[in-house]
C-alpha cells in the first residue's frame, strides 16, 4: 500500500513538473519565433511489422535522403518513441523513478520543435535550421529529423551529478530504442549518436544550467531508399 501511495504521489507531482515545464518552454521562444503550435494528426496505434521482424531489420543508417517525413508519421514516430500510451499519462518508454526527465525536441529545417506528449502537438522553440548542430557527422544536416533528448538534471533531486547523467541516459535509450523499431516497420533509418558537441547544442538550444543533452537520433528515408 505504500509503495502505491509513493507511485501516486511521483505521478502527481510529475504531471505538476510537467505542466510548468511546458508552459516555461513555451515561454522562453527565441525572440521572432513567429509560428504556432502544431497540433499533430492522430497516431496510427495499430498495426505495423511484427515485433520479431522489426528486431530482424533493425540497425543503424548513416547515409539518408532529404526526403522530408509526412505529418502522419512524424506523429506516429514521436508517439512511438515518448508518447502517452495511458489514460494515467504513462508512456510508451519506461522512465527513471517514474520522474519524467527527457524531453524530446525535434531539429528540422523549419527550426526546432518541443514534443508535448500530453497535447501531442509541437511547440515552436527554435526559428533556426540548427541540424548541422546536432552532432559531429556530415549527414546530420540534411537529414529531415534530428531527435535531440534533454534531460532535467533539476528532477532527480537525491542522486550525484555523474548519476544523474547515467539515469536520463538510460532514459533516452529506451527511447531511442522504441524509434529504432518504429523506423525498421516503417522502412526509416535511423542512428542514435553520442558523437555530439554537447557544450554547443546546449547553448545553441539555450539550455538551462540544470538541463543536459543526452543523445541525439537522426531518423529519415535511408539513401536511395
Known amino acids: 500500500m505504500a509503495d502505491r501511495e509513493t507511485r501516486l504521489t511521483r505521478r502527481d507531482v510529475n504531471t505538476a513538473t510537467l505542466a510548468g515545464a511546458v508552459a516555461a518552454a513555451a515561454g522562453s521562444l527565441a525572440s521572432g519565433a513567429d509560428r504556432e503550435t502544431t497540433k499533430l494528426p492522430a497516431a496510427r496505434m495499430q498495426g505495423g511489422m511484427p515485433l520479431l521482424s522489426a528486431l530482424k531489420l533493425r540497425r543503424s543508417t548513416r547515409e539518408y535522403s532529404e526526403r522530408s517525413l509526412s505529418h502522419e508519421t512524424l506523429s506516429t514516430l514521436l508517439w512511438a518513441a515518448f508518447g502517452v500510451n495511458r489514460p494515467s499519462g504513462d508512456r510508451t518508454a519506461p522512465y527513471w523513478r517514474h520522474i519524467m526527465v527527457i524531453d524530446v525536441y525535434v531539429a528540422k529545417a523549419d527550426g526546432v520543435w518541443l514534443y508535448d506528449p500530453a ?90 544550467e540544470q538541463q543536459f543533452v543526452t543523445f541525439a537520433q537522426t531518423v529519415g528515408y535511408p539513401r536511395g531508399g
Open 119 to 208: 497535447a501531442h502537438a509541437l511547440l515552436p522553440y527554435l526559428p533556426d535550421d540548427v541540424r548541422a548542430q546536432t552532432g559531429l557527422q556530415p549527414f546530420v544536416a540534411t537529414a529531415p529529423v534530428n531527435l535531440i533528448y534533454v534531460a532535467h538534471g533539476d528532477r532527480m533531486t537525491d542522486v550525484s551529478p555523474e548519476d544523474r547523467r547515467l539515469y536520463a541516459s538510460v532514459d533516452a535509450a529506451f527511447i531511442g530504442q522504441n524509434v529504432y523499431l518504429y523506423c525498421a516497420s516503417e522502412g526509416l533509418g535511423s542512428v542514435f549518436r553520442g558523437a555530439v558537441d554537447y557544450a554547443n547544442l546546449a547553448r545553441t538550444l539555450k539550455l538551462p
